[in-house]
């Protein structure tokens, strides 16, 4: 990083001068404004080994403060190096996500600000516009009013919550008693589909449920849950004196972005009085276009719903929302105040760590409400809406050629597919061995180049490749060029076979 400024040192006692601390101010946002611009010269895939930065890192702290100028030319020289560079156009792998301009600010006032939102008192600002934001982003993708919101950092942490707010519904004295050592208490069950995504898993796992609380509902062809199968293994849980008390939905699952049909499963939980819990960590952003608002359908009679901003809402990460119909359950779950954060208004008010297992809290809600602002609900739908124009190119051009193959559909702006030439094999099976070891190569091939990042997944059975479209700077341009990169891979890897 270039710095102008002198040698700046800290002063014996207490913080940057404001000089220094204005000069550098001003620089970091010039180097950050030259980093977006830059960036495509950049490898998308940080082309460090394993250690290589640790190496080139001093094992001790030092004794004596260092000049600022010295700390950020290192970020120049060792950190940058170490990154992979998720605000690159070209990063197509996992869920593509992208920061934004309003989310940088946000997120450089809630450092300065830093304020810890655990009890209304603490920060008034955070408790309050965390409840607007939240609730302007309820009405944006048409979710119903009777939904509170309330912010965690992912959705891995959201679903934990929600999951364990169903338990609470329960009432089995499992807050005060806990589960160890008790006779008396059944094996509760949740239900997910095999696409779920592992922070369900986890979140059974961290709340003391145990895995095999976990029922896996099977899917069908396109990869969603099968609500007959979900009945099904209610019914015979139940025969069994297991006691379900959760059904976790996906609306948009992360190998494929497969959409749960939430109707027929929301049917399914009011029958037997269950949690319907709908994780749409991904593809919720995806109902602030009113043309995809029919993907959360169902989900106005669910109990909870996870969506994160900071996936496809260009919000820096983290930002995840857990929007839920039953906050006194999430409350009396989590709930505890000991007397020194006990205050004159606390019946009156919101406190954020009434609802979670954190007692402090970033003020979050900072950064959303100034992206809701700055791109309004017509500039957030617009971008999304491209991302998916531009994924819908992307599968023109698959289909369209004989060397590739869809592998599912593509509801939004993620493409699951392979490249599936002629190759010479003796069954079926053979032949899905030889285009995994081929779809492999070509997936490092093109990620080695550093001009643009995939990821895989497994569809049944098959190495399957995933482009997600999610970057706020992602153009037609960024999507031609990978596919010209996997064309070359796949012909570079077809010669030398040859
Ligand atoms: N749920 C789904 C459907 C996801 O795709 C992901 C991550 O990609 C998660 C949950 C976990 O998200 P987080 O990193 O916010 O915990």
């Given amino acids: ?8 040192f800290a002063p014996p006692t207490g913080d940057m001068s404001k000089e220094d601390f204005r000069r550098f101010g001003h620089e970091l946002i010039d180097w950050i404004s030259d980093y977006f611009e830059q960036i495509e010269g950049l490898p998308v895939l940080s082309q460090i080994e394993p250690g290589e930065l640790k190496a080139q890192l001093p094992p001790s702290p030092p004794e004596k403060g260092e000049s600022m100028a010295a700390i950020l030319a290192d970020v120049d020289r060792l950190i940058v190096p170490a ?15 992208s920061t934004s301009a309003p989310g940088i600010f946000g997120e450089l006032l809630a450092a300065a600000f830093d304020n810890k939102a655990m009890l209304w008192r603490t920060s008034p600002a955070s408790t309050e516009l965390e409840e607007v934001a939240l609730d302007w982003l309820r009405q944006m993708m048409g979710l119903d009013a009777g939904l509170s919101g309330i912010i965690y950092d992912t959705a891995s942490v959201s679903s934990m919550h929600a999951i364990a707010a169903a338990r609470e519904g329960v009432e089995l004295r499992i807050r005060e008693e806990g589960m160890s050592g008790r006779a008396d208490l059944p094996l509760l069950r949740v239900y997910a589909s095999e696409q779920a995504h592992s922070s369900i898993d986890k979140g059974i796992i961290t709340l003391g449920l145990g895995q095999r609380a976990l029922r896996k509902i099977p899917t069908d062809s396109e990869f969603r849950m099968d609500p007959k199968a979900l009945a099904a293994a209610i019914e015979e849980d139940k025969r069994n004196g297991i006691v379900p008390f959760c059904v976790v939905a996906t609306v948009g699952t992360t190998s494929t972005s497969s959409i749960d049909p939430v109707p027929a499963i929301v049917e399914v939980c009011e029958r037997h009085t269950l949690w319907l819990h709908v994780d749409t960590a991904y593809a919720g952003s995806a109902a602030v276009v009113p043309e995809f608002r029919h993907l959360v359908a169902g989900c106005e009679r669910a ?13 820096p990460f983290d930002l995840s929302v857990l929007y839920c119909r039953h906050m006194d359950l999430l409350r009396r779950a989590f709930s505890l105040v000991p007397e020194y954060l006990r205050t004159p208004e606390q019946e009156k008010v919101r406190s954020g760590s009434d609802y979670g297992i954190q007692l402090g809290r970033r003020f979050r809600a900072l950064k959303l409400w100034m992206i809701i602002r700055y791109f309004g609900h017509e500039g957030l739908a617009a971008r999304i809406r491209e991302h998916c124009r531009l994924a819908k190119l992307f599968t023109t051009w698959v289909e369209g050629s004989p060397d590739w193959e869809l592998l599912a559909p593509v509801p939004l702006s993620l493409v699951c597919f392979r490249a599936c030439p002629q190759v010479e094999a003796a069954d079926e099976p053979a032949r899905n061995l030889r285009l995994d070891v081929l779809n492999e190569a070509i997936m490092h091939g093109v990620n080695s180049t550093g001009q643009a990042l995939l990821s895989h997944t497994k569809l049944h059975d098959k190495l399957t490749l995933r482009l997600s479209i999610g970057n706020i700077r992602t153009t037609e341009k960024h999507v031609r060029q990978v596919w010209e990169l996997l064309n070359e891979q796949l012909k570079l890897l077809r010669s030398t076979r040859e």
């Fill in 83 to 97: 990154l992979t560079h998720w605000v690159h156009p070209s990063f197509f792998a996992y869920f593509a996500t």
């Fill in 1 to 8: 990083m270039k710095t102008t400024a002198a040698d700046a």
């Fill in 303 to 315: 109990d909870s719903i996870v969506t994160n901003p900071h996936k496809w809402l260009f919000t």
